[in-house]
């Protein structure tokens, strides 16, 4: 008895440990590999509290080898874009300009409940007030809702409103996006025209969005100036 609560002293903080090194997000936020490590922590530490024949290390030393992996692997896709995505998936538009893409819908098994449950979630229960909705890796619905919808600040009270999309990303963290390109209208030669004009390379650039209305904005990457 006593061995078993000794067991699981060690092993508790060891866990919370192993948790809290992933980042402070809840469950529902959590990428594949960090949904996947954290279920295999919880139950490898279970396991010298119920067979107490079991050396202590079995529980330790696994998790402690989860937890290097894990952070590898978190510094490897923060690194390689095309590892980012084999490993956490991209984000998916699925509403875009206030039309549902049904393709992609049945692509994702995504029906209609589940996509009304997470417009409601976001506060919206009317679909036509929805300009743009995105699927992201976590498996979330962020809402960007049409112009007359969203809420009023008091700078916008005496201003004339025209219907308008969120910005398109063009380069993120070094890496053009042909996805963004394409949503935003532009070509590789317009792309380049705009780095020019910011005497800047595409390595050099942390993140780089437009807008329809052409209005940009250019993030450099700290150790690029």
């Known amino acids: 008895m006593l061995n ?3 067991r699981a002293a060690v092993l508790y903080p060891l866990v919370i440990f192993a948790v809290r090194f992933m980042g402070k997000r809840q469950i529902g936020e ?9 279920i295999l922590v919880s139950n490898i530490a279970t396991l010298p509290v119920e ?3 079991l050396p202590l290390l079995m529980g330790i030393l696994p998790v402690l080898v989860l937890i290097c992996f894990e952070v590898l692997m978190s510094g490897a896709a923060l690194r390689w874009r095309p590892l980012r995505r084999l490993v956490s998936g991209s984000p998916i538009i699925i509403i875009r300009n206030g039309t549902i893409d049904q393709q992609v819908m049945r692509a ?10 997470a417009l409601r979630s976001g506060g919206v229960f009317d679909l036509t007030e ?6 992201e890796t976590n498996g979330t619905v962020s809402i960007y809702q049409k112009t007359e919808y969203q809420s009023v600040a008091k700078g916008d ?14 380069i993120a963290d070094g890496n053009i996006s042909p996805e963004g390109l394409q949503a935003a209208g532009y070509t590789q030669k317009d792309l380049q ?10 390595e050099q650039v942390f993140l780089l969005t ?5 209005l940009h904005c250019l993030v450099r990457k700290e150790n690029s100036q």
């Open 4 to 6: 078993g609560v000794l």
């Open 130 to 135: 929805v300009q743009m909705a995105v699927v």
């Open 210 to 214: 437009v807008k329809q209305n052409g």
């Open 193 to 202: 025209k705009l780095l020019k004009k910011h005497q800047v390379e595409a």
């Open 108 to 117: 994702l098994r995504f029906s209609l409940d589940d996509l009304m449950t």
């Open 51 to 53: 067979d107490q024949n």
């Open 30 to 38: 959590l990428q594949p590999t960090e949904l996947v490590i954290t």
């Open 157 to 170: 009270l005496s201003k004339e409103f025209t219907e308008d999309s969120p910005p398109e990303v063009l």
